[in-house]
C-alpha cells in the first residue's frame, strides 16, 4: 500500500475500510451504503472509554449525517458485558423507546462491543442493519470483520451467537493512538494466528514486531484484515475452510475461561498464543511438522506472552468441553501441516490431553510451573 488514504478490503456484501483521514472519508461510506435522502434512526453502542475520550471526533462525524440518534449506550467494555443480560437490558431500552426495524446499529469499541452490537443487532426485530468501527487492534482485524459474533454463558466463552454481517466495517488506525498497551499486544496474538495461516512474508514481518504499545503499520494492518477477509469470503457461514480461524483457540479459549473464573482474568491475545504454542508443538508431534520458524514462532509467543502457571488438564476439561467447535464426542482441532497449511483434526479427549501434557512438559523454551 503506498500513499493510499482509504483502502478498501472484501467484496461488496460486507467490505472492510481502512481510512487514514476518517472525517474525510466515513461520510461519503454512509452515503454509499446507507444513503442520505431519508433520515436514518441510529442507535450507537460505544465503549464508554472511547467515547469520552473521542467524543468531539465521533459526534462531528455523526452531526453531519443525516441521521437522528435516537439511543446511544456507552458501557464499560469487557467480558462481562458479552451476557444475554446485558443484550436485554438494552433491548428492553430500544423497545420503550420504538427503535424501528430500519434502524443502523453503530458500534464503536473493541470486540466486546462489536459482539454484543452485533449479536443485539440479528435479533432485535429480527435484525437491524449493522456498522462497526473497531477501536483495538483485535476488533480491527478479527472481532469486528466477518458478521460471527457471540456471548458468554457466565465464563464459557462465546456459546450463543449467530452470524450478522455489518453493511461495513470502518477502521480507522487513528483510535490506536489512545489503545492501552495490553490490549494492543493482545491484537498482535491474532495477527500472529494470520501469520500462521498464511505462512509466507507476512509472517517474516510479525515475527519482526514487537507487540508493545507501538502501533502496526496501516500497511500490516491492511495485509492481516485482508487474510482474515479471504478466508471470510470464501466461507462465510464456518461449513469448512473458516475453522481455520479457531487455530489456537480450543486451548485459548479455556485458558481464558479457567483464568476469568479463578478471579485473575488474562487478555484474549494473551490466551490465544498460549493456545497457539500448544498447537505449534502438537503439530511437530503429530503432524511431523519441523521447521525453523515454527521454533522461531514458539519462542516469539513465549517471549511476549509468558505466564508463570499453566492449568493441569483436569482443570480445564471444563472448559474445552464446553467449546463450541465441538460435536459430539470428538473435539475438532486446527493442526498446520506445514506453515500456512491449516487442516482440521478430529480428536478425543484422550488425544486433547496427550497434547495438553506434551506442552507442559516441554521444556526446550523454558520450565513451566504447574499450578495444581
Ligand atoms: N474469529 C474467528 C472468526 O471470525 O471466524
Known amino acids: 500500500m503506498k500513499n493510499k488514504e482509504l483502502i478498501r478490503i472484501g467484496n461488496n456484501t460486507s467490505p472492510v475500510f481502512v481510512s487514514e483521514i476518517p472525517d474525510k472519508h466515513f461520510k461519503r461510506l454512509w452515503q454509499l451504503h446507507v444513503g442520505s435522502h431519508t433520515n436514518t434512526t441510529v442507535v450507537v453502542l460505544a465503549d464508554k472509554q472511547v467515547y469520552d475520550l473521542h467524543q468531539s471526533w465521533i459526534e462531528s462525524f455523526t452531526s453531519r449525517l443525516n441521521i437522528t440518534v435516537a439511543n446511544t449506550q456507552l458501557l464499560v467494555a469487557g467480558e462481562k458485558i458479552k451476557q444475554l443480560a446485558v443484550a436485554e437490558t438494552i433491548i428492553n431500552e430500544w423497545i420503550a423507546l420504538s427503535i424501528p426495524k430500519n434502524a443502523i446499529i453503530l458500534c464503536i469499541g473493541g470486540g466486546t462491543i462489536t459482539d454484543l452490537g452485533g449479536f443485539i443487532a440479528s435479533v432485535y426485530k429480527r435484525g437491524l442493519r449493522l456498522i462497526n468501527i473497531p477501536t483495538s487492534l483485535m476488533a480491527m482485524t478479527d472481532a469486528s470483520i466477518g458478521g460471527k459474533n457471540a456471548l458468554n454463558l457466565g465464563t464459557y466463552k462465546n456459546q450463543i451467537g449467530t452470524f450478522h454481517a455489518p453493511l461495513f466495517t470502518f477502521v480507522a ?7 492501552p498497551e495490553t490490549e494492543m499486544a493482545s491484537g498482535y496474538a491474532e495477527m500472529m494466528k494470520h501469520g500462521l495461516l498464511e505462512g509466507k512474508n507476512f509472517l517474516k514481518k510479525m515475527l519482526n514486531i514487537v507487540p508493545n504499545a507501538a502501533a502496526p503499520s496501516t500497511s500490516l494492518l491492511v495485509d492481516s484484515i485482508r487474510i482474515k477477509i479471504q478466508i471470510v469470503d470464501s466461507d462465510p457461514t464456518e461449513k469448512s475452510k473458516r475453522m481455520f480461524l479457531n487455530l ?28 497457539l504454542t500448544e498447537i505449534l508443538f502438537a503439530s511437530e508431534s503429530i503432524c511431523n511438522l519441523h521447521s525453523k520458524k515454527i521454533k522461531d514462532v514458539a519462542a516469539w509467543l513465549n517471549q511476549h506472552y509468558r505466564f508463570d502457571t499453566i492449568p493441569i ?36 479427549e484422550n488425544g486433547l490431553k496427550s497434547i495438553h501434557s506434551l506442552f507442559c512438559n516441554k521444556n526446550g523454551l523454558r520450565n513451566l510451573g504447574i499450578n495444581n
Do not use: M
Not at 259 to 267: D, N, W
Open 173 to 179: 488506525p487513528e483510535f490506536l493512538k489512545t489503545l
Open 248 to 275: 489456537g483457540h480450543t486451548f485459548g479459549h479455556a485458558y481464558e475461561g479457567f483464568f476469568a473464573t479463578s478471579g485473575q482474568p488474562i487478555t484474549h491475545g494473551c490466551a490465544i498464543a498460549w493456545g
Open 313 to 348: 488438564w483436569e482443570q480445564l476439561k471444563e472448559y474445552i468441553v464446553s467449546d463450541k467447535k465441538n460435536i459430539s464426542s470428538s473435539f475438532r482441532i486446527v493442526l498446520l501441516n506445514e506453515l500456512g497449511r491449516p487442516f482440521i483434526q478430529a480428536i478425543d
